[in-house]
């Protein structure tokens, strides 16, 4: 859907874990392994709802170095 080679959307579909809640409107951190290291940024719920800790996200897109993510079960329904 969108050009996978657009740097912003490299990690798209990439599972992340929240690592530092994310409240409505704000932002959180998340970490992921990637290239055999964790990286861990700022990140926003792509609906600008509140993720707890712990919860199992996925990358949509990353803009600079802020992640937009969205819960694993929001996506899992969908498919």
């Known amino acids: 859907e969108h050009d996978t080679d657009a740097e912003r959307y490299v990690l798209q579909g990439h599972i992340a874990g929240v690592v530092a809640a994310i409240d409505a409107g704000r932002e959180g951190e998340i970490s992921f392994d990637v290239a055999k290291t964790t990286r861990t940024l700022r990140a926003r719920s792509v609906d600008d709802e509140p993720v707890a800790a712990g919860t199992e ?3 949509e897109r990353i803009e600079g170095n802020l992640a937009y ?4 079960l929001q996506v899992e329904r969908r498919l």
């Open 57 to 59: 996200v996925v990358i």
């Open 69 to 72: 993510v969205e819960p694993w």
